[in-house]
């Protein structure tokens, strides 16, 4: 098992619309959940990160984290066509100072 | 922009090469990690340096290797080049140890090993 699961996707979703990218981890000690955008070409760029259970909202993103079910989710609300890219989750090791491991990210298309 | 700095932008190699990779960390950043991202995979953790000590590393052979200097900027040194080795290298900067700083990414360096 994969410490950090991920669809790959393709995600296409239509201008709009909502987009909901999900993750899933392994080790339960982990605490800090982030979500980085990476264009096509491009390096990772922070979109959000979360420490508690529950919903945080950012603009047209909300990050959402489930502990017990050791799950993490994006949803971006009124999709672009500029929020085409491949989305990675990413989890602190636990016990390791502030080491990540990666999904292999999701790739997403809004369409318009 | 993040504030980290990454050289060169591309690289190619041949097989059996040496290669070193350099990355200026955001300001007031004291921890740089370093990542191997191969084409449609996630970035895959290399090492870790904070305050120019090796803080962890990944499953990554010896012939990789790395430095931080007093700045806090960091090398990645890669011998005898494979041709797998060819990936977008990643450094990202952050500050101390404690579990759940973000890490910022600097912009990567493309190597192709032929």
């Known amino acids: 098992q994969k410490e950090v699961e991920q669809n790959s996707g393709p995600l296409s979703v239509p201008e709009g619309a909502i987009a909901s990218l999900n993750c899933t981890y392994s080790?339960?000690?982990?605490?800090?959940f982030f979500w980085y955008r990476q264009y096509s070409g491009k390096s990772p760029e922070l979109i959000m990160f979360?420490?508690?259970?529950g919903d945080k909202e950012d603009g047209r993103f909300t990050a959402q984290l489930n502990k017990a079910s050791q799950y993490v989710s994006l949803l971006i609300r009124d999709s672009q066509p500029s929020d085409s890219a491949t989305y990675l989750c990413?989890?602190?090791?636990?016990?390791?100072?502030?080491?990540?491991?990666f999904g292999t990210g999701t790739s997403l298309t809004v369409i318009p | 922009e993040t504030g980290v700095t990454q050289s060169p932008t591309h690289l190619i190699k041949t097989r059996g090469q040496q290669v070193t990779l350099r990355c200026s960390s955001q300001?007031?950043?004291?921890?740089v990690s370093w990542y191997q991202q191969a084409l449609g995979q996630g970035p895959q953790f290399i090492f870790q340096?904070?305050?120019?000590?090796?803080?962890g590393r990944g499953n990554f052979p010896p012939r990789f290797s790395g430095l931080q200097f007093p700045n806090y900027s960091s090398e990645l040194n890669v011998n005898a080049l494979e041709l797998d080795d060819s990936a977008l290298y990643l450094c990202?900067?952050?500050?101390?140890?404690?579990?759940?700083?973000?890490?910022?990414f600097g912009p990567g360096t493309r190597l192709l090993v032929l």
């Open positions: 080790d339960r000690g982990s605490q800090s």
């Open positions: 300001s007031g950043h004291n921890t």
């Open positions: 990202a900067s952050s500050l101390g140890l404690a579990g759940g700083e973000t890490q910022y």
């Open positions: 979360i420490y508690s259970n």
């Open positions: 990413a989890v602190n090791i636990p016990n390791t100072g502030n080491q990540f491991y």
């Open positions: 340096y904070y305050r120019e000590e090796e803080n």
